[in-house]
């Protein structure tokens, strides 16, 4: 069983940064492939951005495409999404999960999930 503690988000004007941060419970943390999600108000949760076990591969929304980045640092069982360039669009509650294998974009394959970190972005 892992736990994931989410941290870092605020409100913040559009154009201004954000970093999450991701604390796992395990010390093994780099068993698992790890992934960003966010769900604005009355929508679906969407994936964000998800990361190999040794940070190797990343893979990213369209949308956050070089504004976003997501690393790890396994040493300190913790993983980061740093925003750039917020926009009032990205404003959601912000999750990390856990997974075996493969980097994913379907929430339904992950098997470990955060409470969750609301990023506002105020225009």
């Known amino acids: 069983q892992v736990q994931l503690l989410e941290s870092g988000g605020g409100l913040v004007q559009a154009g201004g940064s954000l970093r999450l941060s991701c604390a796992a419970s395990?010390?093994?943390?780099?068993?698992?492939?790890m992934g960003w999600f966010r769900q604005a108000p009355g929508k679906a949760r969407e994936f964000v951005a998800g990361?190999?076990?040794?940070?190797?591969?990343?893979f990213y929304l369209d949308s956050v495409k070089g504004r976003f980045t997501i690393s790890r640092d396994n040493a300190k069982n913790t993983v980061y999404l740093q925003m750039n360039s917020l926009k009032p669009e990205d404003t959601a509650d912000y999750y990390c999960?856990?997974?075996?294998?493969?980097?994913?974009?379907?929430?339904?394959?992950?098997?470990?999930w955060g409470q969750g970190t609301q990023v506002t972005v105020s225009s």
């Open positions: 395990t010390d093994t943390l780099s068993r698992y492939v």
């Open positions: 990361i190999s076990w040794n940070g190797a591969s990343t």
């Open positions: 999960a856990a997974r075996f294998s493969m980097i994913n974009i379907y929430s339904r394959d992950y098997d470990y």
